[in-house]
């Protein structure tokens, strides 16, 4: 089968540095900071490891999906290329819309604070430069990808390894002081039901879609994305494992349950002081390389935008040499700052949560399109078709009916973003006709 490429686009990512991008995708702050969550809401440390063994399976089964519809359409866009392919360009802009306004950029800003407050707390600076610094970071990274996707990769293969090593120590940390369990209080936790102690374990799992949206960089995109996408999950779901059975070793149920931080409070027992440093620092450095991702990604998704006339037409514009997205890079990363500087990128991204779900669970939808026009074409074809996508489907359900339960307000206000991106789109209609 032949490779169509995102005009301009040059091929330049193998299997290892598209692995990076889907590791570095997932694996951010939420391993380091978050099973405390889980732990909360679960009545048992086997309770604790079922929900992260089902998360991976989720994880997985996502990744499958879009493994097939990477390798059908190997080409920068992502889900929004077979949103618009499969249910037309209203569909396809009301997700870029969510995406652009909200969850790429929020998510940029929230991550990147939280960068800033580590590098902050290892360099010794004062918390008033948290916000300058995480702006500061935001340009960085925007303009080293302004160089090409080279020199984006080479910027997330170095950050992802720092962050498995920063894993590796967690576990090999656990598994070397596994007697200090015993001396953590028992759990005494109110009782909760397990979809409330998976749901946090989903939003860990979820980010395996940014190397589907720069597709259109990857060598030999039908047998590579599908490779990354596995290997770099099955490897994502090793971590959570192995980490939270580390996390039990040493803290147990009711030590990681009242943990604000767990992979500090781990490190600090194994190793004094100098443990947290340097867990603080492996954090620094997780959240570093997941901003680059986001940026690297969302740059692309806006890029084909633009060429679309759904966006502004100069964000369609490829640097002629070094064939990135300037442009959209410049937009994203100077919205990103902006909410970093008013901080309100928290709730926006609660308000984004439903329509980011809703834009998941349509986009491995259109897997069926694919099929009944395509039939089972000579590239990687997604196992167990259609019970796997109609599983992942469930679960995209459960998680949104799950968080409109638990957030109505912010379900309404995040539906209500969503609607307002129709007089929008027949606003860039508008300025720019189709051609």
Not at 130 to 142: D, F, M, N, S
Not at 150 to 165: I, S
Not at 299 to 317: E, I, K, P, T, Y
Not at 324 to 334: E, G, H, I, M, R
Request: charge should be positive; hydrophobic fraction near 55%; charged fraction near 10%.
């Amino acid at each position: 089968m032949s490779e169509p490429s995102s005009p301009g686009y040059a091929r330049r990512l193998g299997v290892l540095d598209a692995t990076m991008v889907v590791v570095g995708g997932i694996i951010g702050s939420g391993i380091f900071l978050n099973p405390a969550v889980v732990a909360q809401r679960s009545e048992s440390p086997s309770m604790i490891m079922l929900a992260w063994t089902l998360g991976g399976v989720f994880a997985l089964t996502g990744a499958f999906i879009y493994a097939e519809l990477g390798a059908r359409r190997p080409q920068a866009g992502g889900g929004y290329v077979y949103l618009r392919e499969s249910y037309g360009p209203l569909v396809a802009f009301l997700f870029g819309w969510i995406m652009l306004l909200v969850n790429y950029s929020g998510s940029i800003a929230a991550v990147a604070t939280t960068f800033a407050t580590y590098f902050c707390q290892v360099a010794g600076l004062a918390p008033r430069l948290i916000k300058p610094v995480a702006v500061g970071a935001i340009l960085l990274l925007a303009g080293i990808n302004f160089f090409g996707i080279r020199a984006g990769a080479l910027v997330q293969n170095l950050a992802t390894t720092l962050k498995l090593l920063a894993v590796v120590a967690v576990v090999v940390a656990g598994l070397a002081f596994s007697g200090l369990a015993a001396q953590a209080p028992p759990a005494n936790l109110p009782a909760s039901s397990f979809g409330s102690a998976l749901l946090p374990v989903l939003f860990a799992y979820s980010g395996w879609f940014y190397i589907n949206n720069i597709a259109g960089e990857v060598r030999d995109p039908q047998r590579n994305i599908p490779r990354a996408l596995v290997l770099g999950m099955l490897t994502c779901t090793a971590c959570y494992l192995l980490a939270n059975y580390a996390y039990l070793h040493v803290l147990g149920h009711g030590g990681l349950a009242t943990s604000t931080a767990p992979a500090a409070a781990l490190m600090q027992r194994a190793f004094g002081d100098t443990g947290a440093v340097l867990i603080g620092a492996g954090i620094a450095v997780s959240t570093f390389g997941f901003c680059n991702i986001a940026i690297l990604g969302g740059s692309r998704l806006f890029q084909v935008m633009g060429a679309d006339g759904v966006f502004f037409r100069a964000a369609a514009h490829l640097h002629p040499t070094y064939r990135s997205p300037d442009v959209a890079l410049a937009a994203l990363a100077l919205w990103a700052a902006l909410l970093v500087i008013l901080g309100n990128y928290g709730e926006l991204l609660d308000y984004s949560t439903v329509g980011d779900w809703i834009g998941s669970a349509m986009v491995a939808a259109t897997l069926f399109y694919y099929r009944s026009r395509e039939g089972a074409a000579q590239v990687f074809r997604a196992p167990l078709h259609p019970l796997l996508p109609l599983a992942f489907i469930a679960a995209v359900v459960f998680v949104v009916i799950s968080s409109a339960l638990a957030q109505p307000r912010q379900t309404l206000i995040g539906l209500g973003i969503i609607v307002a991106g129709i007089p929008a789109y027949y606003f860039w209609r508008r300025i720019y006709p189709p051609r």
